[in-house]
């Protein structure tokens, strides 16, 4: 049994939030997701994250990262077909594109390829003027006051 949700009354009573809104409308239409390659998803620290994912049999040639805008795309594509005679095929070889969706400011510090695992590295890097700041407040100073000007009320006579 599948669940829909209706996200149209957060639409009419929430401003600046249409790209979460968006993306948890998408990901509830999400039928049965393709499971291959398997991947993790770590965060290593505050701001870093890290995705492996399993991509035995593929070279480096073989594999493309591209980030645009906030989507993370990992794509893989056997360079040739392997013309051998097989009684048994287990390792995977078909071509695949995984999409990973990006929060804003994640960017990909570095990608590397050691015994079938690739390994991306991320990073949230939150521009100065978004960051919190502390404000100092001033120390109450002997401020001139502006001289008050009365208004003279004419007296009936």
Known sequence: MRNSFDFSPLFRS???FD????ALETASR???ADN????DIAKTSEDDYRITMAVAGFSQEELAI?????MLMVSGQKAGEDKGEYLHRGIAGRAFQRRFELADHVKVVGASLVNGLLTIDLKREIPE???PRRIDIAADKA????ATKK????QAA
Do not use: C, D, H
Request: glycine share 4%; proline share 10%; net charge negative.
């Open 30 to 32: 999400i039928e049965t």
């Open 36 to 39: 291959w390659p398997p991947y």
């Open 151 to 154: 208004i003279e009320e004419k």
């Open 19 to 22: 790209r979460m809104l968006s």
């Open 129 to 131: 003027e978004m960051k």
């Open 66 to 70: 591209t980030q645009e805008q906030n």
């Open 143 to 146: 401020v001139p006051k502006a």
């Open 14 to 16: 929430s401003i600046g």
